[in-house]
C-alpha cells in the first residue's frame, strides 16, 4: 500500500504563499494515475482541493482555482501544490492521497494557518 508524506506548511500571513510537497513510499509517485490535495479545517470535514494524473490533467476546487497550482516533477518524484493569495479560509490540515482517497493511505498531513 502506498504511503504519502506531506511537507511545506506553516504559517502565512494573508496573501502570502506556500508550496507544499508530497512524496511516496512503497510506490513511484510517478505512477499514481491521479492523486489529490485534500484539507480538513477545523471543526469541517474533508475536502478536495486538487488532483493531477499522469497525463498531467489538473482539476481544481472552485474555492482555490486561480490561487492554487497542482504540479509533478517526476525526476524528483515529488507532487506540489503551489498556494498563491492565501486567505485565512485556506487555514487547514493539508493531505495529499490517490483520488478517489485511499483509507490505508492517509498520512499524517502538513498544517497550514494563514493569519495575521
Known amino acids: 500500500q502506498v504511503q504519502l508524506v506531506e511537507s511545506g506548511g506553516g504559517l502565512v500571513q494573508p496573501g502570502g504563499s506556500l508550496r507544499l510537497s508530497c512524496r511516496a513510499s512503497?510506490?513511484?509517485?510517478?505512477?499514481?494515475?491521479?492523486l489529490g490535495w485534500y484539507r480538513q479545517a477545523p471543526g469541517k470535514q474533508r475536502e478536495f482541493v486538487a488532483r493531477?494524473?499522469?497525463?498531467?490533467?489538473?482539476t481544481y476546487a472552485d474555492s482555490v482555482k486561480g490561487r492554487f497550482t497542482i504540479s509533478r516533477d517526476s525526476a524528483k518524484s515529488v507532487v506540489y501544490l503551489q498556494m498563491n493569495s492565501l486567505e485565512p479560509e485556506d487555514t487547514a490540515v493539508y493531505y495529499c492521497?490517490?483520488?478517489?482517497?485511499?483509507?490505508?493511505?492517509w498520512g499524517q498531513g502538513t498544517r497550514v494557518t494563514v493569519s495575521s
Open positions: 493531477i494524473t499522469t497525463g498531467d490533467t489538473k
Open positions: 492521497n490517490l483520488y478517489p482517497s485511499s483509507e490505508p493511505s
Open positions: 512503497g510506490r513511484d509517485i510517478n505512477d499514481i494515475w491521479r
